[in-house]
Nanobody, 129 residues
Framework: QMQLAESGGGSVQAGESLRLSCVVS???????MAWFRQAPGKEREGVAT????????FYADSVKGRFTISRDNGLNTMYLQMNNLTPGDTAMYYC???????????????????????WGRGIQVTVSS
């Protein structure tokens, strides 16, 4: 069973940066991956997706230009570099993965969480003003 584990969260001031990591238990190159987040009282929303090889990326408008998704398949790890953080970025952040090719094709240009089968437990990011 594929397992995902997030790390790198924490509490920062507005304008600062954080880098989240997501380590997976199987060969990462076989999975497209994504980051989602959920703030208290709000629905889960997509942040960014990345294709199996890392050649394609897709971002939510709210993070475009500030966040960068990347992956190192040799380390079975995906990253989310978050710069110029704002209080609006405060949320629990989740990494997600999918192996099915057709679901990945749908996922890579959308932020629909229904495309992803495997999920991490989440990690908290808190940004204060």
């Amino acid at each position: 069973q594929m397992q995902l584990a997030e790390s790198g969260g924490g509490s920062v001031q507005a304008g600062e940066s954080l880098r989240l990591s997501c380590v997976v238990s199987e060969l990462a190159v076989n999975y497209c991956m994504a980051w989602f987040r959920q703030a208290p009282g709000k629905e889960r929303e997509g942040v960014a997706t990345i294709s199996m090889t890392g050649a394609s990326e897709f971002y939510a408008d709210s993070v475009k230009g500030r966040f960068t998704i990347s992956r190192d398949n040799g380390l079975n790890t995906m990253y989310l570099q978050m710069n110029n953080l704002t209080p609006g970025d405060t949320a629990m952040y989740y990494c997600a993965a999918e192996r099915d090719g057709r679901r990945c094709y749908s996922a890579i240009n959308s932020l629909d969480d229904e495309n992803f089968t495997y999920w991490g437990r989440g990690i908290q990011v808190t940004v204060s003003s």
